[in-house]
């Protein structure tokens, strides 16, 4: 079955903690992304990588850290300098030869900070 | 900042009405546009795209497209109480390979 994982659903973390979120994908897509979803609210665009090796910020990088070492996998650092950490987390990816710009996302992490 | 407007709702229509779900977007030479139904508690899911002008349909699902208007909408026909979620405009940037995502709008489907 091919599609987007992340892991874990729920994380809880205390003030002050890194923590990392994943997400795998095994649909062969180059270009990947992580949404920040706060109650009520729309995605925002936290980072981007169109491809291994690189990646860039989105709107609201503050705080947020990003690796892409596998085509596969496009991990997300919460740090401890992102002042309202609490959201749910939201990755996506897509396909760039065909410029369709289609994402499809995975089921989310939903982090709390206390 | 490009922006992409929408109504949160909620928008509340009986069960076999056509659901009516507007976007307005700030920039004039975006060339491609997405709707996702996103349920409570869950990830959002693309239920519709479209690139051109005029509308495209797909099952009981309509987008339409009016970039001189610079607004996008989806129609739901027939609606049904599982239609009932948030949907989301999305709008792809240009200058770069992403998407600016609307707030949504609350879609309820009365029984």
Same mark, same amino acid.
């Given at each position: 079955?091919?599609? =987007? ?40 665009? =936290?980072?981007?990588?169109? =491809? ?42 897509? =396909? ?19 | 900042?490009? *922006? $992409? *407007? ?6 509340? %229509? ?9 976007? !307005?977007?700030?920039?004039? %030479?975006?060339? +491609? ?11 959002? *899911? ?10 495209? *349909? ?10 001189? +208007?610079?607004? $996008? ?10 239609? +009932? ?5 999305? $709008? ?7 998407? !600016?995502?609307? +707030?949504?709008?609350?879609?309820? $489907?009365?029984?």
């Amino acid at each position: 079955d091919g599609g =987007i994982t992340q892991s874990p659903k729920y994380l809880f973390r205390k003030e002050g903690q890194n923590v990392t979120l994943s997400c795998e994908q095994n649909l062969n897509h180059d270009a990947m992304y992580w949404y920040r979803q706060d109650p009520g609210q729309g995605l925002r665009l =936290i980072y981007y990588s169109q =491809i291994v090796n690189d990646f860039q910020k989105g709107d609201i990088a503050e705080g947020y850290s990003v690796s892409r070492e596998k085509k596969e996998s496009f991990p997300l650092t919460v740090t401890s300098a992102q002042k309202n950490p609490t959201a749910f987390y939201l990755c996506a990816s897509s =396909i760039t030869e065909t410029r369709t710009y289609e994402q499809y996302f995975g089921p989310g992490t939903r982090l709390t900070v206390t | 900042q490009k *922006e $992409v *407007e929408q109504n949160s709702g909620p928008l509340s %229509v009986p069960e076999g009405a056509i659901a009516s779900l507007n976007c !307005t977007y700030s920039d004039r %030479v975006s060339q +491609s546009f997405f709707w996702y139904r996103q349920y409570s508690g869950k990830s959002p *899911e693309l239920i519709m795209s479209i690139y051109s002008n005029g509308d495209k *349909e797909d099952g009981r699902f309509t987008a339409q497209l009016n970039k001189a +208007s610079q607004y $996008v909408s989806l129609l739901i026909r027939d609606s049904q109480p599982s239609d +009932s979620a948030t949907y989301l405009c999305a $709008v792809k940037d240009t200058g770069r390979r992403a998407l !600016t995502f609307g +707030s949504g709008t609350r879609l309820q $489907v009365q029984p």
